[in-house]
């Protein structure tokens, strides 16, 4: 069993407030313009609803859109929507057992000995970890065995990559008493494939950043049980950079 939370260092100087943010109205209206972009609705068509300290998000997204998020690579995410002011950086992966090379050889391989991606050192508290977009325990889903032993994947997987940590609130980072962070969605993902040996789930995270600051992680999750089936929808979740409650 894996362990929910990673603490470690408390900087002196260090202000979460210069990374991240989370303001309910106006940060929710922020998440609805990224789904109006992202997948052609109308803003009155979407519905963003509290569970469980995250915002549950519905809406009908059409088939073509559909079947480009289905399609099976991965990708890293790098886009914005300038006129408001917002980036998103994220992933969209496919986690299956017995993985191909595709994600090895595209982001962690080095490249005529340079390294894939930049490492710098994060900060943190017992508030605010560094959090994960691709979590270390889907190593085993993305990388095939040859290729585990490569120590890239520790600083792939590490706290100071910069394609795959940020700044991120406790709440939104684990499970608590009151709220399913990210650990919790990720752990259903790790929970499926285990018990399906031949299933696949396509995984999408988006950090999204409103003028330079990161209100918190769209996750949407497909699953299929073998390659006979079809994907079905089984999350898609808004988790917000929210302190104590404060949704």
């Not at 943010?21 to 998440?31: K, M, S, V």
């Not at 915002?55 to 890293?76: G, V």
């Not at 917002?86 to 992933?91: D, L, Q, R, T, Y």
């Not at 930049?118 to 605010?128: A, E, G, N, R």
Request: hydrophobic share 30%.
């Amino acid at each position: 069993m894996r362990i929910k939370c990673l603490h470690s260092c408390n900087e002196s100087g260090f202000n979460p407030a210069d990374f991240i943010r989370f303001e309910n109205t106006i940060d929710l209206e922020n998440i609805k313009e990224i789904l109006v972009t992202e997948y052609g609705v109308k803003s009155d068509d979407i519905s963003i609803k509290t569970k469980d300290g995250c915002y549950e998000i519905k809406l009908d997204i059409n088939e073509k859109r559909t079947n480009d998020i289905q399609k099976n690579e991965n990708i890293k995410i790098n886009k914005e929507i300038a006129e408001r002011n917002i980036m998103i950086k994220g992933w969209k992966v496919l986690l299956k057992n017995n993985p191909t090379h595709d994600f090895y050889d595209k982001f962690i391989k080095k490249n005529k000995g340079k390294r894939n991606f930049k490492v710098q050192h994060f900060h943190s508290t017992l508030d605010i970890h560094r959090g994960h977009l691709l979590a270390d325990w889907f190593r085993e889903y993305l990388v095939p065995k040859d290729k585990l032993v490569d120590n890239e994947l520790n600083h792939f997987f590490g706290k100071g990559n910069v394609d795959n940590i940020y700044y991120q609130t406790k709440e939104a980072n684990c499970k608590t008493n009151i709220t399913s962070g990210q650990w919790t969605f990720e752990k259903k993902v790790t929970e499926f494939l285990e018990k399906n040996t031949e299933g696949e789930v396509i995984y999408k995270i988006e950090n999204i950043f409103v003028q330079g600051k990161s209100i918190g992680r769209i996750i949407l999750i497909y699953k299929r049980i073998d390659d006979y089936s079809d994907y079905l929808l089984s999350d898609h979740v808004f988790v917000p950079n929210a302190v104590n409650g404060d949704y």
